[in-house]
C-alpha cells in the first residue's frame, strides 16, 4: 500500500494508468458495456460505479489540453428517450480536476465502441446508470 492512492484504485488500474502515455485513451465503462470484447488492456473495478472512478484517476490523471474536448461520451441512441442525469455528475468532477475543462465529445454508439476497441485500456466498472460510458485521454504531465 502507498499513501494517498484512493482505495478504489487497484495496483493493475495504478499500473495501467502509469504505463499510459500522452494521447493515449482509457475507457471507464458500466456495467452494460462489452468492456471484454473491446477492451485491448481490461481492469475490474466491479462493485463501483464510473463517478467514484473518475474522480479517483483524475487526482492523478492529467487531461490533453492539446485536443478541445478530451472526454467523451456516448450519444444516446436516436429514438431512446433517456436523458443521462449522470453526465452532469461527470462535468462536475472533472471541473474539481481541471478548470479548464470544456465539455464533453459526443461520440455516436458505434463509433463510441470502435474507439474503445483503440483505447489502451478499459475499466469495467458495476455502474447501472444508461449511458455512463467515458473516454479520457491523457495529457502531459506538468510540474
Not at 452494460?32 to 472512478?53: M, S, W
Not at 444516446?76 to 478548470?99: A, F, L, N, Q, R
Request: with cysteine; proline share 5%.
Amino acid at each position: 500500500m502507498l499513501k494517498g492512492i484512493p482505495k478504489i484504485i487497484s495496483s493493475e488500474l495504478m499500473k495501467i494508468l502509469m504505463d499510459m502515455g500522452h494521447g493515449d485513451e482509457i475507457v471507464i465503462a458500466d456495467g452494460n458495456f462489452p468492456a471484454t470484447a473491446y477492451g485491448q488492456r481490461l481492469v475490474k473495478c466491479d462493485g463501483h460505479g464510473v463517478p467514484e472512478i473518475l474522480d479517483a484517476i483524475l487526482k492523478f490523471f492529467p487531461l490533453d489540453v492539446y485536443v478541445e474536448r478530451p472526454a467523451a461520451l456516448m450519444e444516446v441512441v436516436p429514438g431512446d428517450d433517456t436523458k443521462p442525469v449522470i453526465w452532469e455528475e461527470y462535468d462536475e468532477i472533472i471541473k474539481k480536476h481541471d478548470s479548464t475543462f470544456k465539455g464533453f465529445e459526443s461520440v455516436e454508439r458505434f463509433a463510441f465502441y470502435e474507439r474503445a476497441k483503440k483505447a489502451f485500456a478499459v475499466a469495467a466498472t458495476g455502474e447501472s446508470a444508461l449511458y455512463a460510458n467515458i473516454i479520457l485521454k491523457k495529457g502531459v504531465v506538468v510540474d
